[in-house]
């Protein structure tokens, strides 16, 4: 009898059937995170007296792009807000990857003196915190960044989580071979950190990029404590005001009488779902960017 020979390239091959059933599962599994923003999108632009008489549906029964109207009701303000928000998305994100990468890499070193006192460091602002009042009183009384655009930067600029993860992936990923070569050739510390670690860390970077792009993106809640000026609102915090006076509307039309049929026309869900598509704009062309620094980062860093 003839034994049936495995060769390395027959390793790791998928079968006919095997991959058929991972498609269907990847499909639906598509299909499950793409319906939930078609159904978003389908309410924003159905007529508000449609969406409360028959609920939510897909494919929208009646066409209005009311709810637009009236999100856009300042446009000004809603493309001012893009702007501060795409700024802040921007500088933060980088000026954090460059804080957290430059922290955590000392710490990966095993010949850092004091890496255990600023690992300690680390660990001991993610298990306690001063509490908002003493934060707040440190923007705004001794760093007075109040009503700057630094207010809502500082506050993801270094996330000790991160940090863990960076230098995590320095111990396990950086091999010391590489460093001790680099020395032997007469490299700086900081000719070794730019041109060899970070070029070998892409996947990291991209990792905690993305989640740093989400953090300023999202963030409504450093705007709300810190600024006060209408042309600093980046537009989360523009569109969490327009909720927020759409609420308000809502409630107090329930006990105006006859002034309740005129309230009952500015749309409230419709509005909100409008709120939720022109909030993630941009931020959906971030995934396809970072996906191709997965890839590429990936296949960067062997040794040979």
Known sequence: MKKN???YQDVGKIGKTSNLLLNIIMILLALACIYPLLLVFGISITDEKTVTLEGYRLIPKVISFKAYDYV????VDIFRAYGVTILVTLLGSIMSLIVISLYAYPLSRKD??????????VFF???????????YMVYTNILH?????FAMILPGLMTPLYVLIMRTFYVTTIPESIIEAAKVDGASEFRIFTQIVLPLSKPSLATIGLFNVLFYWNDWYSPLLFITDEKLYNLQYLLYRINQSITYITSQSNSLG???????????????????IIAIGPI????????????????????K
Not at 145 to 149: C, G
Not at 258 to 266: G, K, T
Request: hydrophobic share 50%; net charge positive.
């Open 5 to 7: 020979k495995i060769t």
């Open 72 to 75: 856009f009701t300042d446009a």
């Open 112 to 121: 850092f003196k004091y890496k255990t006192f600023f690992t300690f460091i």
């Open 125 to 135: 602002t993610m298990l306690f915190n001063a509490g908002l009042v003493p934060w």
């Open 145 to 149: 960044i109040k009503n700057t655009l």
């Open 258 to 276: 006859n002034v309740s049929e005129i309230l009952a026309n500015i749309p409230s869900q419709t509005a909100r779902m409008a709120m939720a």
């Open 284 to 303: 959906v062309l971030a995934y396809p960017f970072f996906q191709k620094y997965f890839v590429e980062g990936l296949t960067v860093g062997s040794i």
